[in-house]
């Protein structure tokens, strides 16, 4: 499994923009394809954004689809998640997972979290209105 730690996280007012970051390391990063997860309270974690290991490809839930973007960088052993256009919605626990990428392109189901096997702390984000 490879180590994650989030970070970048905090309270903004609606319209508002964060950026998240995510630290990697004990496994090659470029051996995983990425994601970010959410969770507000009292509900099930639900996913953000995935990429796959080459950056070639992106997926986002409808929900935030024009408002965030997912990036990586292979060579600093980190992943990204521009938030802009914030809503009170998006308030919620902030979480970083790592797959492994031949998992997730069999499946081709990036949204699925089962299929991550390493999660990050998490970060908060508080969106206020």
């Known amino acids: 499994q490879v180590q994650l730690v989030e970070s970048g996280g905090g309270l903004v007012q609606a319209g508002g923009s964060l950026r998240l970051s995510c630290a990697a390391s004990?496994?090659?990063?470029?051996?995983?394809?990425m994601g970010w997860f959410r969770q507000a309270p009292g509900k099930e974690r639900e996913f953000v954004a995935a990429i796959t290991w080459s950056a070639d490809t992106t997926y986002y839930a409808d929900s935030v689809k024009g408002r965030f973007t997912i990036s990586r960088d292979n060579a600093k052993n980190a992943l990204y998640l521009q938030m802009n256009s914030l809503k009170p919605e998006d308030t919620a626990v902030y979480y970083c997972?790592?797959?492994?990428?031949?998992?997730?392109?069999?499946?081709?189901?990036?949204?699925?979290?089962?299929?991550?096997?390493?999660w990050g702390q998490g970060t908060q984000v508080t969106v206020s209105s």
């Open positions: 004990g496994r090659p990063f470029s051996r995983y394809s």
């Open positions: 997972a790592g797959g492994l990428a031949g998992v997730l392109h069999y499946t081709g189901n990036y949204s699925n979290k089962g299929l991550y096997n390493s």
